[in-house]
């Protein structure tokens, strides 16, 4: 009996693995979103474990339990906080659109006159009571719907808090355990190619904050200039929301609108109406400026990508994949260019890795060892 599998017999198990693997990832695309977002997480959350690891010399089960259940702790105390704020808020924002629509009801049931013409904009246009009173017969279907979305997300919700805590427990064994697929051979060269992957990934995370950064003091700034009433929080929170590409920023700028229609300008001499309009300018200025160059020039020098590209890599991610492709669209692209120019080495028989890269042996050591390898001091000379 032959041992050893023929040429042949190995690449058409090859291509059948790879097909299995292309239909089972296809059939749970839509785990794969909420899986991604469990990652993104977990590796904002890593760097206050390795901290507690090793500077206060806590045990990894402790510091991931106890940076997690803090994260998980402000998770729900922010909304318990902020939410009876919103509800007084939406109670006067209610109000005002009720008086409103009063007085559009009384614009509407009077002609217009036009020259010699009258024109009766009441028959022409729906009546706003009887607008409402559809949009009111409407709402127990709406319900229904509205119920069985929030099942879901929160079904979703489950899932990424579920695996943010077992991906912050077990990565190191998960992550070991992918490199020992590979032949023994290669396996050091799979751990650094990783540990530049990583470098990609920690890049673009600081950029994303330098962008948060950048977002928040700008809003907030321009914000306190024209006298919008808690422009300070309404800037930090427009920074802190842009790590959403798209609806982030309006979902914060939707808030500074009702506040602006709610309490108007501290010293502008405008109607709050027209400071609405105001606010809603600045923001689609500055919305555009940060789409246009400010996020394409910070992401792409964060992983050392063309401009251009990251400014067209994140619209189509948002046309074809949504808010989350445009999330992660710009790390996945450095990421495969680092695998590519690995791979292009190899076939080319080129040196895959730079001779003289002392941080990422430094990193590799720690990878290997478990323990922070740190540089070491040249000896002082005499």
Known sequence: MKREWSLSTRYF??????????????????????????????????????????????????????????????????PALIVPL???????????????????QGILSEPVMIGAFSVDLGSILPKPDESLALYISKLPENALHILESTSRNAAWFLVVVVTIYYLLMDWDRVREWMIRIAPPAYRLDVRRVYIEVKRVWAAYLRGQLVLMFIVGVVFTIIWAAIGLPGAIILGMLTGLFSLVPEIGPLAATLLALAVALLEGSTYLPLSNFWFGVLVVGIYVVLINFKNIWLRPRVMGRS???????????????VIFSGVLGALIIVPMIASAIVIGRYLRARILGLPPFPRHDTPLVRELESMQTGKKVRPKRKAARK
Not at 20 to 34: A, V, Y
Not at 49 to 57: C, G, S, T
Not at 91 to 104: E, P, R
Request: glycine share 8%; net charge neutral.
């Open 13 to 78: 198990v090859l291509t059948f693995v790879l097909v299995i693997l292309i239909l089972f990832f296809w059939g749970i695309r839509e785990i794969l979103g909420p899986l991604v977002v469990a990652g993104l997480v977990a590796y904002i959350l890593n760097p206050a474990i390795d901290f507690l690891k090793r500077r206060v010399r806590m045990g990894h089960k402790l510091a991931v339990n106890l940076v997690y259940f803090i994260g998980l702790g402000i998770l729900f105390a922010a």
């Open 86 to 104: 919103f509800i007084n808020e939406l109670k006067l924002l209610t109000q005002d659109l009720l008086d409103m629509l009063d007085q559009l």
């Open 303 to 317: 992983v050392n990508l063309n401009e251009g590209l990251v400014f067209v890599a994140i619209i189509a991610a």
